[in-house]
């Protein structure tokens, strides 16, 4: 089976990651091990064989590099965009690199945003659902809206964490962190709904996590209807991965945005998942799926996205 991993990250040599901060101190040893399979190119190359899979789609997540609350320099991000522009390039059969911007920098991010694709030939952008207070909606980010639609590259909205929902949901003890990235996921999405932003730039490819189904839900099924799935008339152009691999997500997902705007994605190294084809198969066929379908979701939407 040809399966496109969408949602991996990565750090070329020279970024610094510490995928352990702001986690609980219990969990160290884990996102030791994380911060480990983010730099080593060795583990990114040998997971393609444990996972069972063609290619991995990997960009350099903000949260991994930067302590909390702590400003992207410029510098830094053009690094971290010359990086992955380098291992991608020498690795070009099996993976594909998207840039990374801190989004809500104006045209500064715009600019950073063209050069990676025009001059570092990365394929999409990957985008933090919030700073601050800050949604994608806000000013601060048009400008690199823009220039991705401009640019023809998807945008990848990845949540982010979030002290203050994770500290409002404490009494969800171990779910509190996935319910509020799942929150800050899904008012991204909703907030560029909600400003006209799929209906400004017809052209722009949204892809977000299956943690921000419960917005698409909402967006979809609930008050007005039909705003941003399958149904919405223009047809707005949001893309979610499969993050979790479960049936009932996936289910969720197709039903929600149809096949042709589900991709394969694990959140690797964060998630290790092996035997994809496999576990794939098994979950198509829980949700009886045929084989165009499947394609879609497995390769061929992540190919029609990025260009390769
Ligand atoms: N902390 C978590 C994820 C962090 C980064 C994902 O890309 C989590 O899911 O608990």
């Not at 949602?7 to 510490?18: E, K, R």
């Not at 030939?121 to 985008?127: D, R």
């Not at 929150?183 to 400004?200: D, P, V, Y």
Request: charged share 20%.
């Amino acid at each position: 089976m040809d399966v496109i991993d969408f949602h991996c990250h990565f750090a070329g040599s020279g970024i610094p990651i510490d995928a352990s901060r702001g986690n609980p101190p219990a969990q160290k040893e884990f996102w030791d091990g994380v911060s480990r399979r983010l730099t080593q190119e060795e583990a990114l190359l040998a997971s393609l064989q444990t996972a069972g899979i063609t290619s991995r789609v990997i960009n350099t997540s903000l949260e991994f590099v930067l302590a909390p609350g702590e400003e992207a320099d410029l510098d830094t991000v053009r690094r971290i965009n010359d990086s992955i522009a380098d291992v991608t390039h020498r690795h070009s059969a099996v993976l594909h690199g998207l840039a990374t911007v801190d989004a809500y920098r104006r045209e500064a991010s715009a600019r950073e945003l063209t050069r990676a694709v025009r001059e570092l030939g990365l394929k999409g952008v990957f985008i933090e659902s919030a700073k601050g207070d800050l949604l994608p909606d806000a000013p601060e980010a048009r400008p690199t809206f823009l220039a991705a639609s401009e640019l023809g590259v998807p945008v990848f909205l990845h949540p982010v964490p979030d002290a203050v929902l994770r500290q409002k949901f404490g009494r969800t003890g171990k779910f509190s962190e996935r319910l509020s990235r799942s929150a800050i996921n899904s008012a991204a999405l909703l907030a560029m709904a909600n400003a006209g932003m799929f209906e400004e730039m017809p052209n722009l490819n949204v892809v977000v996590t299956a943690l921000a189904l419960g917005g698409l839900m909402v967006g979809e099924c609930l008050a007005d209807g039909a705003q941003i799935g399958k149904h919405a008339f223009p047809r707005r152009n949001v893309y979610i991965d499969t993050t979790g691999l479960h049936s009932v997500l996936l289910r969720a997902a197709v039903d929600l945005v149809g096949a042709d705007h589900v991709v394969m994605g694990t959140d690797w190294p964060v998630v290790t998942e092996t035997n994809l084809p496999a576990r794939l198969t098994n979950m198509f066929d829980q949700c009886g799926l045929g084989e165009a379908d499947r394609d879609l979701i497995a390769h061929a939407n992540a190919r029609r996205l990025l260009h390769v």
